[in-house]
């Protein structure tokens, strides 16, 4: 009793720690998720404003705003591209590495852009604006870079793997129609081909001037006759499930 007893508190201790491990995992993730929707909203609000400055605040203001929108769209692209083909391609792991040294520069970029949107001397923004729009440029091209290196190589991957599987469709289709070589082999409907036109004709001037000697038999063996043809049994061929089952006549026993 006592023994039975102590396994039941350990069972109810194992089902209580149980669901206090499978509760933290379900907090952990919805907490993951409302923090990805969280940013995922925070940035767009971002490039929702940047747009609007863009277009109604011209000359260095909208110019910073459009700076910024560029830098930030073309580092996302990259980063969408390399993570979403890293896990089918291992070897992307180095871009990875590389991308993440490429996106502090960006974000040095941009954290130094943002500090010039309140910035009152304007003099001072288009001082600074050649210098910044050179290693704008640079980090975009640098993730450009990547982000096509990625998806060439993905393509390349793809028409390779669609080759291979045009070849093993080529094979499988010939294996598939091994019945035509069969049929044609096996079966007795089919005409016999008669022998090539040389010998027949040598067969009918032999045969004539054997006639004339004496109109008796070569001392060849006697010609038998050919098999007598059957037709195949309709109860040996086999069936389909895509047959329709033959129609009874009435009074014919199933």
Avoid at 130 to 141: F, M, S, V, Y
Avoid at 226 to 246: F, G, L, N, V
């Amino acid at each position: 009793m006592e023994a039975a007893a102590a396994i039941l508190g350990l069972l109810f201790v194992l089902f209580v720690l149980a669901g206090v491990f499978v509760t933290v995992k379900a907090v952990k993730a919805a907490k993951r998720g409302v923090d990805r929707t969280v940013a995922q909203a925070r940035r767009t609000a971002e490039d929702t404003g940047l747009r609007a400055r863009q277009l109604a605040q011209p000359g260095v203001v909208g110019e910073l705003a459009q700076l910024r929108l560029s830098l930030r769209t073309s580092m996302r692209a990259t980063q969408d591209v390399l993570h979403g083909g890293s896990a089918d391609d291992a070897s992307l792991s180095e871009a990875i590495g590389l991308f993440e040294r490429l996106s502090a520069h960006g974000h040095e970029l941009d954290d130094e852009l943002k500090r010039l949107e309140r910035e009152p001397d304007r003099a001072t923004i288009a001082a600074r604006l050649p210098e910044l729009r050179e290693r704008l440029e640079r980090i975009t091209h640098s993730a450009e870079s990547l982000r096509w290196a990625a998806r060439d190589r993905a393509r390349k991957f793809a028409e390779d793997d669609l080759a291979s599987l045009s070849d093993q469709i080529d094979v499988e289709s010939g294996a598939l129609r091994h019945w035509t070589r069969v049929d044609d082999a096996a079966d007795p409907l089919r005409e016999p081909m008669g022998p090539p036109a040389g010998e027949q004709s040598g067969a009918r001037a032999t045969g004539g001037a054997w006639d004339a000697a004496g109109g008796g038999q070569s001392g060849g063996p006697a010609s038998e006759d050919p098999p007598a043809i059957t037709a195949r049994d309709p109860r040996t061929q086999p069936s389909y499930p895509w047959q329709k089952a033959p129609r009874r006549t009435e009074g014919t026993p199933t």
